[in-house]
């Protein structure tokens, strides 16, 4: 079964029934804001989600291309969501309450999480050839609202900031002292702009660095 939203075709099954459209309005709602910050008014191609109810073939059709397979060249258990090309797969919400410490995760927590594989396929289809870790995870964190409730943790070392390795939180610090000091022109210039964007870095850095010191 499939519902075509504006920015997203989303395919589920009879077992995604009794939430499917409660999460597909959320979704459409959503994603029209984030094309929005974007400056995207047609997505081409668009992104396909396809709920998985049966959670070995997710593991599977995942494990294909997961950069990050552990040990046993298996898919981390906490893996529950994952874009590939312009598609999105996801385990369907009942299995998603099933993964470890999801036992008590909301409808709108997995919405999140697909919201936050939307704004990597926007960005990556609207970014210069080079970004930083902390821009794109940012991004995404804040543009998912994954953060908005959280207390400010900033730990991350420079290199962290961009090389990777830096706690999500420690991106979404970074990411929003910017946002707010500098303002959302700012930030799609450093999307466009990697020059602009290594040449700041360095001083934005130390800029949220003091911030959150002092708090």
Not at 117 to 137: A, G
Request: with cysteine; glycine share 2%; charged share 25%.
């Amino acid at each position: 079964m499939n519902i075509e939203l504006e920015y997203i075709n989303v395919e589920y099954t009879e077992k995604d029934l009794h939430y499917i459209n409660i999460l597909t309005k959320k979704i459409d709602i959503d994603t029209r804001e984030i094309a929005s910050f974007f400056s995207i008014k047609n997505l081409n191609p668009k992104v396909n989600l396809k709920i998985f109810n049966d959670i070995s073939q997710f593991r599977y059709e995942c494990s294909k291309t997961y950069p990050m397979l552990d040990s046993n060249g298996n898919l981390p258990e906490s893996v529950c969501t994952y874009l590939i090309d312009n598609n999105i797969y996801v385990l369907t919400y009942d299995e998603f309450l099933k993964i470890k410490d999801h036992h008590n995760y909301t409808l709108d927590d997995l919405l999140r999480l697909i919201l936050q594989e939307f704004v990597y396929y926007c960005f990556r289809n609207k970014k210069c050839s080079q970004t930083y870790p902390w821009l794109e995870e940012g991004l995404a964190l804040t543009l998912s609202h994954q953060y908005d409730d959280s207390s400010i943790n900033f730990t991350a070392t420079y290199d962290e900031i961009i090389y990777g390795g830096a706690t999500a939180q420690s991106y979404y610090a970074m990411f929003k002292y910017v946002l707010d000091f500098y303002g959302n022109d700012y930030i799609k210039l450093l999307i466009s702009d990697f020059d602009l964007l290594e040449t700041d870095t360095p001083k934005l850095y130390e800029e949220a660095k003091e911030k959150y010191s002092k708090k």
